[in-house]
């Protein structure tokens, strides 16, 4: 009979939501059960649905008594779900490695009941989890597994929870237009099942994809619709990050007082419910504020805060990414001892191996740590000059005669060094001039004799082969195949040496040449595929890289090779580059949303061979990243900066 009015009394808890919480509610209902049963499972269930992100300790005492109960009555369901909730628990507690020892064995028992459901559930705590520890490709895989599992039992909120998710990924990757989409697509399916906290949640993330594309109107415009959502639900988790989000717009709109102000409130609310992930991402967030306002000891005050939080949660990510902001502000301040100490913390704990740009860096910090060092000495030995003076002025005057002729001595010695030093200067810069007035002589005569000579040649064939397409018969269709062929291999003959001489013209070229012949090529292609959309982006700032003239046509060829592959073979429909300029150097991606490959089964073709070799060549690193029904991506990092 108890179990009848148990569930009676949880059926009631949804009419009687305007007198008392649904919690109270569903507390009351426990209390009126004493059976070890699937009904008391499926309570305790719904209580702690209700004291996610509300309350932790409360959670992870109904989630150790629901296990409890499911291992006594051997319901492997109610442990899937009991051990999923204390994931979650230890998930929020920033434990990452004991959330993982929940979810999985919780992912095992799910799939044992072929709960599809929980898995997608689980799958997408998982995949939270890995994004936050940095292993963007783990994320993905449980993502997109939880996406399926969520289509087959047409969950609409763990659809859009997972769209949404793989969105962050995509962003993570510099995907942003892709990432974009993806939440677009997790909106869509939450304004369907009117999710108020997954809705807050989504504008959050659309904030962040149109704060990456630049456009912060539209960022904005989004946060305060979320921070709206969040404050009408009291969602303190969620407000921690708007907050934090909409600090981040005004920052790059260099209003700095607005900035901090969303920031304390942020840090306020972190503070009171002791989001201790949060105030690491927080209080750096306020120190790089301080700092760009020079209000050194403030911002050191807060970086280190932050850095000691990110070590109490050990936080391998967080620990680099805050010891490297610290070490900005350090540097700013002029304290290089510390500024170094913290860059070598970040090269310890950064997932990267460790670059050539990073070793300049710590070079260069470490000459000017040296360099205050000497200063310091000098600093000393004035001090103990002037303490000496007077026992100088005591010596005898002839110690200053013999001094006035050390003194012009030297100097006279030294101006006819220096003059020595000058002429020799003067030869070797003429021979230099005279060098490099041969080497453009060469360069000259060899793109000369390319476009008169081969140039000419391909052009009589290419005119030849027109000719004969004329005079063969119409309905000989193999003759005319192999002249069109033949034609149209010639056309592309001219078009590569026609790039070829261009770069032997010049010595160097800016990224604009390059970005006007990409831009060419791409005309041509729309042509031939119209159904291809073909996006070009670039940082304003990538505008004045200057290449060498190996440097660019190595990368120009290289670009040209992906986009054709990708016209050719991948059936895409968008086709997206982008450069940007980053600590590293210039990144150059080019990817499409084809039909994409299996890179463990599929032999490595010449022509990825040939862009691997050619951006080699030139010190670049070229990778390549590609899964069946997932596009194609190729990233190209050259270790070259703006000018200045």
């Given at each position: 009979?108890?179990a009848?009015?148990t569930?009676?009394?949880?059926?009631?808890?949804?009419?009687?939501?305007?007198?008392q919480?649904?919690?109270?509610?569903?507390?009351?209902?426990?209390?009126?059960?004493?059976k070890?049963?699937?009904?008391?499972?499926n309570?305790?269930?719904?209580?702690?649905?209700?004291?996610?992100?509300r309350?932790n300790k409360k959670?992870?005492?109904?989630?150790?008594?629901?296990?409890?109960i499911?291992?006594?009555?051997?319901y492997?369901?109610?442990?899937?779900?009991?051990?999923?909730?204390?994931g979650?628990?230890?998930?929020?507690?920033?434990?990452?490695?004991?959330?993982l020892?929940?979810?999985?064995?919780?992912?095992?028992?799910?799939?044992?009941v072929?709960?599809k459901?929980?898995?997608?559930?689980i799958?997408?705590?998982?995949?939270?989890?890995?994004?936050k520890?940095?292993?963007?490709?783990?994320?993905?895989?449980?993502?997109?597994?939880?996406?399926k599992?969520?289509?087959?039992?047409?969950s609409?909120k763990l659809?859009?929870?997972?769209?949404?998710?793989i969105?962050?990924?995509?962003?993570?990757l510099?995907?942003?237009?892709?990432?974009l989409n993806w939440?677009?697509?997790?909106?869509?399916?939450?304004?369907q099942?009117?999710?108020?906290?997954?809705?807050?949640?989504?504008?959050t993330?659309?904030?962040?994809?149109?704060?990456?594309?630049k456009n912060?109107?539209?960022?904005i415009?989004?946060?305060?619709?979320?921070i709206?959502?969040?404050q009408?639900?009291?969602?303190?988790?969620?407000?921690g990050?708007?907050?934090?989000n909409l600090?981040?717009?005004?920052?790059?709109?260099r209003?700095?007082?607005?900035?901090l102000?969303?920031?304390?409130?942020?840090?306020?609310?972190?503070?009171?419910?002791?989001?201790k992930?949060?105030?690491?991402?927080?209080?750096?967030?306020?120190?790089i504020?301080?700092?760009n306002q020079?209000?050194?000891?403030?911002?050191?005050?807060y970086?280190?805060?932050?850095?000691?939080?990110?070590k109490?949660?050990k936080?391998?990510?967080?620990?680099?990414?805050?010891s490297?902001?610290?070490?900005?502000?350090?540097?700013?301040?002029?304290?290089y001892h510390?500024?170094?100490?913290?860059?070598?913390?970040?090269?310890?704990?950064?997932?990267?191996?460790?670059?050539e740009d990073?070793?300049?860096?710590?070079?260069?910090?470490q000459i000017?740590?040296?360099?205050?060092?000497?200063?310091?000495?000098?600093?000393k030995?004035k001090?103990?000059?002037?303490?000496?003076?007077?026992?100088?002025?005591s010596?005898?005057?002839?110690?200053?005669g013999?001094?006035?002729?050390?003194?012009?001595?030297?100097?006279?010695?030294?101006?006819?060094?220096?003059?020595?030093?000058?002429?020799?200067?003067?030869?070797?810069?003429i021979?230099?001039?005279?060098?490099?007035?041969?080497?453009?002589?060469?360069?000259l005569?060899?793109?000369?004799?390319?476009?008169?000579?081969?140039g000419?040649q391909?052009?009589?064939?290419?005119?030849?082969?027109?000719?004969?397409?004329?005079?063969?018969e119409?309905?000989?269709?193999?003759i005319?195949?192999?002249?069109n062929?033949?034609?149209?291999f010639?056309?592309d003959?001219?078009?590569?040496?026609?790039d070829t001489?261009w770069?032997?013209?010049?010595?160097e070229?800016?990224?604009?040449?390059?970005?006007?012949?990409?831009?060419?090529?791409?005309?041509k292609?729309?042509?031939?595929?119209?159904?291809?959309?073909?996006?070009?982006e670039m940082?304003?700032?990538?505008?004045?890289?200057?290449?060498?003239?190996?440097?660019?046509?190595?990368?120009y060829?290289?670009?040209?090779?992906?986009?054709?592959?990708?016209?050719k073979?991948?059936?895409?429909t968008?086709?997206?580059?982008?450069?940007?300029?980053?600590?590293?150097g210039l990144?150059?991606?080019?990817?499409?949303?084809?039909?994409g490959?299996?890179?463990a089964?599929?032999?490595?073709?010449?022509?990825?061979?040939?862009m691997?070799?050619?951006?080699?060549e030139?010190?670049?690193?070229?990778?390549?990243s590609?899964a069946?029904?997932?596009?194609?991506?190729?990233?190209?990092?050259?270790?070259?900066?703006?000018?200045a």
């Amino acid at each position: 009979m108890k179990a009848y009015i148990t569930l009676f009394l949880l059926s009631m808890c949804v009419i009687q939501l305007q007198a008392q919480s649904r919690a109270d509610s569903l507390e009351k209902v426990l209390k009126t059960s004493d059976k070890n049963d699937t009904t008391t499972i499926n309570v305790i269930k719904a209580l702690c649905r209700e004291y996610v992100d509300r309350d932790n300790k409360k959670l992870e005492k109904h989630a150790q008594n629901m296990l409890a109960i499911s291992e006594k009555i051997g319901y492997l369901k109610g442990k899937a779900d009991a051990l999923n909730f204390l994931g979650v628990v230890k998930d929020i507690d920033s434990d990452f490695a004991k959330a993982l020892a929940y979810y999985l064995p919780a992912l095992a028992f799910a799939k044992q009941v072929n709960d599809k459901q929980t898995i997608a559930s689980i799958a997408n705590n998982i995949g939270l989890l890995e994004w936050k520890k940095g292993d963007l490709k783990k994320a993905l895989v449980y993502f997109f597994d939880g996406l399926k599992q969520a289509e087959t039992v047409k969950s609409i909120k763990l659809q859009a929870n997972m769209c949404s998710n793989i969105g962050l990924v995509f962003q993570d990757l510099n995907r942003h237009n892709e990432a974009l989409n993806w939440q677009k697509k997790a909106l869509e399916l939450r304004l369907q099942h009117q999710d108020d906290y997954g809705l807050a949640s989504t504008y959050t993330n659309l904030a962040n994809a149109y704060s990456y594309l630049k456009n912060a109107e539209r960022a904005i415009y989004y946060q305060k619709k979320a921070i709206q959502l969040q404050q009408k639900l009291g969602d303190d988790y969620g407000l921690g990050i708007s907050y934090l989000n909409l600090g981040a717009e005004y920052k790059i709109l260099r209003n700095y007082p607005v900035a901090l102000k969303y920031y304390f409130l942020s840090k306020e609310i972190r503070e009171k419910n002791d989001d201790k992930l949060g105030m690491s991402f927080t209080y750096m967030s306020i120190a790089i504020v301080y700092k760009n306002q020079q209000k050194y000891k403030d911002a050191i005050a807060y970086g280190e805060k932050s850095l000691a939080i990110a070590k109490e949660i050990k936080s391998d990510e967080r620990i680099a990414d805050n010891s490297l902001g610290l070490s900005e502000i350090y540097e700013g301040a002029g304290d290089y001892h510390r500024a170094l100490n913290l860059l070598n913390q970040y090269n310890i704990h950064h997932d990267k191996v460790f670059n050539e740009d990073m070793n300049r860096k710590v070079s260069e910090l470490q000459i000017r740590y040296e360099t205050q060092e000497k200063e310091n000495q000098l600093n000393k030995s004035k001090l103990l000059l002037i303490e000496k003076e007077d026992e100088a002025r005591s010596r005898n005057l002839w110690l200053f005669g013999i001094a006035a002729l050390s003194v012009f001595t030297f100097f006279g010695s030294f101006y006819i060094y220096r003059q020595q030093r000058q002429k020799h200067a003067l030869k070797t810069e003429i021979l230099k001039i005279e060098g490099q007035n041969k080497l453009n002589e060469q360069r000259l005569d060899i793109s000369r004799n390319l476009h008169d000579n081969i140039g000419s040649q391909l052009t009589f064939i290419n005119s030849f082969m027109d000719t004969l397409k004329l005079m063969a018969e119409a309905k000989n269709e193999a003759i005319n195949k192999r002249i069109n062929d033949i034609s149209a291999f010639t056309k592309d003959a001219i078009a590569e040496l026609r790039d070829t001489v261009w770069a032997l013209n010049n010595d160097e070229l800016a990224f604009e040449d390059l970005r006007l012949r990409i831009l060419n090529y791409i005309d041509k292609a729309r042509t031939a595929k119209e159904n291809i959309q073909f996006r070009f982006e670039m940082d304003s700032s990538a505008g004045s890289i200057i290449f060498s003239s190996a440097q660019g046509i190595n990368l120009y060829r290289t670009i040209q090779e992906a986009l054709n592959n990708a016209i050719k073979y991948s059936e895409a429909t968008e086709i997206d580059i982008e450069a940007h300029v980053q600590r590293a150097g210039l990144t150059i991606s080019i990817s499409d949303n084809g039909s994409g490959f299996d890179q463990a089964n599929s032999k490595e073709g010449y022509g990825i061979y040939n862009m691997q070799k050619r951006i080699e060549e030139i010190e670049g690193q070229f990778t390549l990243s590609s899964a069946i029904g997932q596009g194609t991506q190729i990233q190209i990092l050259l270790k070259i900066m703006p000018n200045a």
